[in-house]
T-cell receptor, first 110, second 118 residues
Framework: QKEVEQDPGPLSVPEGAIVSLNCTYS??????FMWYRQYSRKGPELLMY????GNKEDGRFTAQVDKSSKYISLFIRDSQPSDSATYLC??????????FGKGTLLTVNP | GAGVSQSPRYKVTKRGQDVALRCDPI?????LYWYRQALGQGPEFLTY????????KSGLPNDRFSAERPEGSISTLTIQRTEQRDSAMYRC????????????????FGEGSRLTVL
């Protein structure tokens, strides 16, 4: 079993839809959780950063972490065509590295 | 520069040749990481520097891979005697903060160096 599991999709939604992306993990040592967005032929860029369980909201984006279930989610409200990208979850613990999921390819259709 | 700069952007080499990939992090960033990203996969950790000190190289696949950051700024990832399985996108990332056991700062990724080994 991989440390981080993420459904690669692809996921295709109409503009304005609510998008739900998620990852599960197996390593109890993970303490902080991130979502990165990666546009085609670009490097990943940080979208959301959360520490421990709970919710964090930033504009149209909400990140949720449930450490008891080892499950994290990213919700995108009122999705826009410009949200079309690959979304990567990433997790870190007490060492120097982030462990990434495979990424979910999202397409928002106008 | 404004972001993390990597060169070359594309490198095609023959099996058995050595390659050197360069990373110029954001000015003032203390932490520097190398990751490798295969097609359709997330980035995979290779190594981490705090200033010039290589503090974690546990992700380097084997002893053909090495990295240095001699003056705490520019870093070079070297792959000796390349093999076809080394073909991938190699990404450098830098962070303003020093990574500790408590937190990793925001990573800023470069656009990567795509290596193809024939």
């Amino acid at each position: 079993q991989k440390e981080v599991e993420q459904d690669p999709g692809p996921l295709s939604v109409p503009e304005g839809a609510i998008v739900s992306l998620n990852c599960t993990y197996s390593n109890s040592a993970f303490q902080y959780f991130m979502w990165y967005r990666q546009y085609s032929r670009k490097g990943p860029e940080l979208l959301m950063y959360t520490y421990s369980s709970g919710n964090k909201e930033d504009g149209r984006f909400t990140a949720q972490v449930d450490k008891s279930s080892k499950y994290i989610s990213l919700f995108i409200r009122d999705s826009q065509p410009s949200d079309s990208a690959t979304y990567l979850c990433a997790m870190g613990g007490s060492n120097y590295k982030l462990t990434f999921g495979k990424g979910t390819l999202l397409t928002v259709n106008p | 520069g404004a972001g993390v700069s990597q060169s070359p952007r594309y490198k095609v080499t023959k099996r058995g040749q050595d390659v050197a990939l360069r990373c110029d992090p954001i000015s003032g960033h203390v932490s520097l990481y190398w990751y490798r990203q295969a097609l359709g996969q997330g980035p995979e950790f290779l190594t981490y520097f705090n200033y010039e000190a290589q503090q974690d190289k546990s992700g380097l696949p084997n002893d053909r891979f090495s990295a240095e950051r001699p003056e705490g700024s520019i870093s070079t990832l070297t792959i000796q005697r390349t093999e076809q399985r080394d073909s991938a996108m190699y990404r450098c990332a830098s962070s303003l903060e020093r990574t500790s056991g408590r937190a990793i700062g925001e990573l800023f990724f470069g656009e990567g160096s795509r290596l193809t080994v024939l």
